[in-house]
């Protein structure tokens, strides 16, 4: 039989390395034949767009490359699959070119790299192939930088976007540091309801650094935030600090104030972004001082010359395992992982029913969040630090980095 794998969502520094993965455990299987990349994700199943992976990746330095390489080399979506309704002729064309594109190209497993949104679209294809009497395996492949799948101790991507961020801040804290004048700097970090990302800058604690002085995440104001507690938390680091450094994630809304959201996507996730802007006028009304906003935006999601060692041979471990499960008869699952240690780390590779993580989130647990909500607390060290370490050295050409492409 064949196999296929596509990517889906958000891009990040190691979902590249999870199709490697895939592509290597195949060839240990005999009874695999070709393996099948999907042009952007689910779209590529529905319309047939599909290309042999051996045809791309020709040697061991197309691999080794593509491992390095940020981003989705086969392309992604936001693509919703409808639940399947024998009485809507949409949703019955849908469910039906998928499964003409899997046995046109004889293909008895399908995985599916990708977050929450993505475990959906196995829940249901799963769900489908078996009640239409088709023996075809799907797999979910964790990936997220928002670090918000139920069911697996974290997921491939957020340890190399923790890291950039991380490094990133302590950049920003060197240069707001040169100056004698009082300054505030408010960095806007990705995570609209969870605030893994943002609240992992406190790893530069960990080599003695005390920024970000604040550290805000969705979790601690489920109930509003209040611009006068924030301003006053603010005021009280000044009188400390004098280059206040804030992080800020983007799902907080002050209560204030209700965002302006430009558009949405297939699951219903709108734009966040702006908070860091909005909050740099409200601290420059109030102080009066230097201030300015610094939005992370797309670099944290594929900054490969920071990525996490971890991070990416996790990822390629968890797309090998993908193989083995599918292999094993398994089907409608999500692989993932289980922390055994933190001191030495160590994780094991499972897997939990796709149903467990599609469409849910996964929170920062409560006492990682300091009483008065304005930080993080040390016990969040631990968790974090493992998933950073280890540095993966880009390969360069006229002193640029080389990424794999496609169509090169």
Known sequence: MNIAVAQSGGPTAAINSSLAGVFERAGDYGEIGQVFGSINGIEGMINDELVPLVNILTTDHDIDLLKRTPSTVLGSCRYKLRTYDPNDSVTETEY???VNTLEKHDIGAFFYIGGNDSMDTVMKLDKYLRAVGKNIKVIGIPKTIDNDLPGTDHTPGFGSAAKYVATTLQEIIRDS?????????IVEIMGRNAGWL?????VL?????????LIYVPEAYKNGFSIEKFLADVESMMKRYRAVIVAVSEGIVPDDRNYVKTGADAF??????????????????????????IELNVMQRCSSHMASATDLAEAEMVGKAAVDAAMSGDSGRMMGFRRISNEPYRVEVISISA?????????LPDNWITADHSDI???ALGYFLPLIQGEVIPEYRNGIPVHFRLNQ
């Not at 943002?198 to 406190?202: E, L, N, V, Y």
Request: charged share 25%.
């Open 96 to 98: 039906m070119n998928i």
């Open 177 to 185: 540091r040169v100056y004698s004048i009082q300054s505030i700097t």
């Open 198 to 202: 943002t609240a992992s800058t406190c």
């Open 205 to 213: 604690r960990a080599n003695g650094e005390p920024a970000p002085h």
């Open 268 to 293: 219903g996730h709108t734009d966040n972004s702006g908070v860091a802007k909005y909050l740099e006028k409200c601290c420059a009304d109030r102080f009066g001082c230097k201030v300015r906003s």
């Open 355 to 363: 149903e467990e993580a599609a469409n849910r989130e996964r929170f």
């Open 377 to 379: 607390t040390m016990d």
